[in-house]
T-cell receptor, first 112, second 112 residues
Framework: DAGVTQSPTHLIKTRGQQVTLRCSPI?????VSWYQQVLGQGPQFIFQ???????GRGNFPDRFSARQFPNYSSELNVNALLLGDSALYLC???????????FGPGTRLLVL | EDQVTQSPEALRLQEGESSSLNCSYT??????LFWYRQDPGKGPEFLFT???AGEEKEKERLKATLTKKESFLHITAPKPEDSATYLC?????????????FGKGITLSVRP
């Protein structure tokens, strides 16, 4: 079975631009979570969606938003990009709200 | 506030030299403690979930244990392919969401 997929794999943007990252969960999984991982740190929780509803939000500014679609795929949007938004953005899916989370390969975002 | 501390930050072993990685945690109402392996530039790969003190799980050369304050990942006779960053994360016992709070990770290097 295919694992979690994310697109694009790499992205270069300039300050002030907007970016959309995409995630497809493992087939049958209804929950998607987003994490930001800065170099040398562990992943930090951004959002969790379950059955298309937001179920949790981490300590990130309102420039970060997300949504989940009827097919359970998800998008993460970041507006007004800052240099500090440069990171690996990870998507994880789970079959239920509190089940084990399986991660995708990530999207590497570089903001210049 | 939930806190996860991993030590040491980096560990260099000779092939066949067994050792342990430590994860100390502070969380009110632990639902589960998770271990992931992460290769450079890739997403975390799930290894183990531990739910209660005294629980142990094994997979090949890895064995994870849990107490009320910490978890250990024991690596027996490691091989160069075990070189990676090992991440520990905790999940709270709440019905709202299942966010993972990660430590910074331990970078393991195994020399042939």
């Amino acid at each position: 079975d295919a694992g979690v997929t994310q697109s694009p794999t790499h992205l270069i943007k300039t300050r002030g631009q907007q970016v959309t990252l995409r995630c497809s969960p493992i087939s049958g999984h209804k929950s998607v979570s987003w994490y930001q991982q800065v170099l040398g740190q562990g992943p930090q929780f951004i959002f969790q969606y379950y059955e298309k509803e937001e179920r949790g939000r981490g300590n990130f500014p309102d420039r970060f938003s997300a949504r989940q679609f009827p097919n359970y795929s998800s998008e993460l949007n970041v507006n007004a990009l800052l240099l500090g938004d440069s990171a690996l953005y990870l998507c994880a899916s789970s079959s239920g709200l509190q089940e084990t989370q399986y991660f995708g390969p990530g999207t590497r975002l570089l903001v210049l | 506030e939930d806190q996860v501390t991993q030590s040491p930050e980096a560990l260099r072993l000779q092939e066949g030299e067994s050792s342990s990685l430590n994860c100390s945690y502070t969380v009110s109402g632990l639902r589960g403690l998770f271990w992931y392996r992460q290769d450079p530039g890739k997403g975390p790969e799930f290894l183990f979930t531990l739910y209660s003190a005294g629980e142990e799980k094994e997979k090949e050369r890895l064995k994870a244990t849990l107490t009320k304050k910490e978890s250990f990942l024991h690596i027996t006779a490691p091989k160069p392919e075990d070189s990676a960053t090992y991440l520990c994360a905790v999940q709270k016992n709440t019905g709202a969401n299942s966010k993972l709070t990660f430590g910074k990770g331990i970078t393991l290097s195994v020399r042939p």
